[in-house]
């Protein structure tokens, strides 16, 4: 059965138009989830939804239980994705509005907890592909339904915040060939694979950071300007998704619900069941939870 999950970011703290919309809390071994999780049906298809940074926003990037979070979401039975981000644009061409389908990410936070096989069990995914092809087609297919445009293909980089780039940083990672910067998206995309969940960022550019020559320096002010009409577009585009994702196929032909397989290391009788316990949801499927 096919069930959606919605990371919301900033200027997206709920789901409009959800039947049955309720908030339920999902307790995880990990730590307290964002928020509660907002669950409810569109088209007949179920839908969870979490703020990443609560409603009412009151918990910046590098306070998030991105752990808590991603492990709540599988709990409540999420098997697609998709996070919908604020950033900022490192290209001229990607304009304040711009729907960006990011494909890569360049991981520059410091300061959080990057996966679920940190003590007791050892495991290593691949993330070569960090997000979902099967996904992306879906998006695609949702931004023609809805007339959302979408760009397809772009390097997040994800810095530690909460402070914005310095303009030699904004030129640095111009220079790396980053598309959009932003400070949420990791480690959430790496816990995510190994939960073995489909995962998809729609990055919705706010601004042009501080590299731009013509361009005011990114500033708050300004941001919350352009963050409520690419609120409003990225909960049309997630809705779109209902129809299309409906009868999804198994397993995924991206290979993202069986990123486990083959990735843990530890011996079956060497792993502390203290951690087995914590892992049951993410990797109940291949520890035998």
């Keep these: 059965m096919t069930v959606i999950g919605v990371i919301g970011g900033s200027g997206v703290y709920d789901l409009d138009g959800l039947e049955d919309a309720r908030w339920e809390t999902i307790d995880s071994p990990f730590g307290a989830p964002s928020d509660q999780l907002l669950h409810g049906t569109l088209e007949g298809v179920e ?8 409603r009412g926003h009151r918990t910046p990037p590098s306070a ?21 981000s604020a950033c900022g644009s490192l290209r001229e061409e990607l304009t304040p509005g711009a729907f960006v389908l990011v494909d890569q990410f360049i991981d520059r936070t410091f300061a959080r907890t990057k996966t679920f096989f940190d003590d007791g069990v050892a495991a290593h995914v691949a993330l070569a592909d960090p997000t979902c092809n ?12 809805t007339g959302i445009e979408l760009v397809r293909g772009g390097t997040y980089l994800a ?15 111009r220079s790396w ?16 694979r190994e939960a073995e969940l489909c995962y998809a960022t ?10 731009h020559p013509h361009e005011a320096d990114v500033d708050v002010a300004d941001i919350v300007a352009v963050l409520t009409d690419n609120a409003d577009r990225g909960r049309s585009l997630v809705a779109g998704l209902a129809p299309i994702l409906q009868d999804r196929p198994v397993p995924c032909a991206a290979g993202c619900d069986r990123a486990l397989d083959g990735a843990i ?17 993410v990797a109940g499927r291949v520890l035998g939870r």
Excluded at 134 to 145: K, P, Y
Excluded at 159 to 173: C, K, N, V
């Design 159 to 173: 810095m530690e915040g909460p402070q914005f780039s310095t303009r030699a940083e904004s030129h640095l990672y």
């Design 177 to 192: 060939g980053c598309d959009v910067i932003g400070m949420t998206n990791m480690p959430e995309a790496k816990l995510a």
């Design 47 to 54: 839908y969870r939804f979490l703020p990443r940074h609560g």
């Design 202 to 211: 729609v990055a919705m550019v706010t601004d042009y950071d501080c590299w």
């Design 134 to 145: 099967r996904l992306h087609d879906a998006l695609v297919e949702a931004g023609a339904t």
């Design 265 to 281: 290391l530890t011996a079956p009788g060497a792993a502390d069941p203290a951690a087995l316990a914590r892992l049951d949801a």
């Design 64 to 84: 998030i239980d991105f752990r808590a979070n991603i492990d709540a979401m599988k709990r409540a039975g999420v098997t697609d994705l998709v996070s919908v």
